[in-house]
């Protein structure tokens, strides 16, 4: 499902179901994600505060459940929401709720980078949303493509140092390496200058090439200590984003587990996080969206990624100026999510995340 502008759409009900059958069907699925348990006649008819009996909307959800969009479990006498009910309630009937100024204002500035790493950013942004939504939050970022603008090393002290690479992009990354004893300030510097002489907008892989071939043929004209430096400032990125095929962050996972009941549902939610570091998994998510232009909902097992875990994903693409897409952020929790909260938040949080990354 792709919302634009959040706005829902008028439901296409099943055969035999009208309009009031849709609105007892939105109060059933609202209150069970408030509550997490079966809902009863009674509560509806609370709920809707309208002239109608308990027994006509027994009536009614006996209905929905003939259509498949309830059922009840074991012997309970209330109604839960199948998968089918809950994608015609996400797709039509789904209030969503407005981000105030105030919660736009704390996503802005918990995302700003200001001299942060990427990887920080990222994890904050993930961090924000578990946060937000009481569910994990997600947040994927593909293979780094942008070109190397500037390396530097700064020296720390106990054969330390820091070093601070520039992205074409403008984004700043932090790594601290080990340093040869007694290696003068010169040598960074020198290790720093030859970097810079030959990174020219490439990306850290080619930059890697370009310094091993030159060491094989020792055409490098670096002093022995300076060439060590080089060597250890590139050797930390070895396997990082330029190498991979993305970066995975999920924060909040715990949150998962808040309502876990019995072995099997166990195993299913660890299956559920074998999936998540999949690299394969990324990938697909990163698919799913690849087409999108706001959120997509993904309830159980529509996404063909985490089986029949009972979870819920929602997620969107961020994407930059030229509207290519630099990531995807998104939200991953039980069915009973709450949609209306989660699907502004996560809808806001890419398009800011989009901008930042562009």
Known sequence: ??????????????????????????????????????????????????????????????????????????????????????????????????????????????LEARGRSLQDTL???????????????????????GGVKHIEFVALGSNRALVVL?????????????????????????????????????????????????????????????????ESGLAIWNGGRAESGGTLIVRGQSRLLADVDGQERLLAIQSLFDRLEAQETMLRLLELVENSEGVRIFIGAESGLFGTTGMSVVMAPARNEANRIVGAIGVIGPTRINYGRVVPVVDYTARLLGDMLG
């Open 166 to 230: 520039v992205g074409a992009d403008g984004h700043v990354e932090n790594r601290v390496i080990e340093t040869p004893p007694g290696m003068p300030p010169s040598a960074l510097v020198e290790a720093a200058n030859y970097l810079n002489a030959r990174a020219m907008g490439a990306s850290l892989g080619d930059l890697r090439r370009r310094v091993a071939t030159d060491m094989e043929q020792d055409s490098t004209a670096l002093d022995s200590l300076a060439a060590e430096v080089v």
């Open 123 to 145: 994890s904050e942004a993930s961090a924000l949303l578990a946060g937000m939504s009481g569910a994990a939050g997600l947040v994927i970022a593909p293979k780094g493509e």
């Open 1 to 110: 499902m792709t919302m634009r502008g959040l706005l829902p759409v008028r439901p296409s009900l099943p055969p035999g179901l009208d309009a009031r059958a849709a609105t007892i069907l939105r109060e059933v699925v609202e209150e069970y994600v408030a509550s997490g348990e079966p809902v009863g006649s009674r509560t509806v008819a609370r709920r809707l505060g309208l002239p109608l009996s308990p027994a006509t909307i027994r009536n009614v959800m006996a209905s929905l459940t003939e259509a498949g969009l309830l059922f009840a479990p074991h012997i309970s006498a209330g109604r839960l929401p199948t998968e089918a009910g809950l994608r015609l309630f996400v797709d039509g009937l789904l209030q969503f709720g407005a981000l105030s100024d105030e919660e736009q204002k704390v996503i802005g500035q918990s």
